[in-house]
């Protein structure tokens, strides 16, 4: 199954260095194929677990994306990633 959520990143810096870097950490801890898009503009998804992927996608503060988990526990890991977008990462 994919559980999708659509979410405001919240860091200042957006997802670059050390927010993406997190975020790409526990994405990839969790095990499940997790995809990331823009929800502006024509970018294709990338993979979440991709720090290099996560820097090109180029979401800024205040940029909306959309998240997709498939795996078990889908709706779990959506829940925990949503969250975690939008904290600031900047200051965690």
């Given at each position: 199954?994919?559980?999708t959520a659509t979410v405001v990143v919240a860091s200042a810096s957006g997802l670059h260095a050390r927010?993406?870097?997190l975020f790409a950490?526990?994405?990839a801890r969790t095990g499940h194929a997790v995809t990331i898009r823009l929800t502006?503009?024509?970018k294709p998804a990338?993979?979440?677990?991709s720090l290099i992927a996560l820097l090109t996608l180029g979401a800024g503060h205040g940029a909306e994306v959309e998240l997709d988990v498939t795996g078990e526990r889908e709706d779990?890991?959506?829940?925990?990633?949503?969250d975690l977008?939008?904290?600031d990462l900047d200051a965690a």
């Open positions: 199954m994919t559980a927010p993406a870097s950490q526990t994405v502006a503009g024509d990338v993979n979440a677990a779990e890991v959506l829940a925990e990633l949503r977008l939008a904290t």
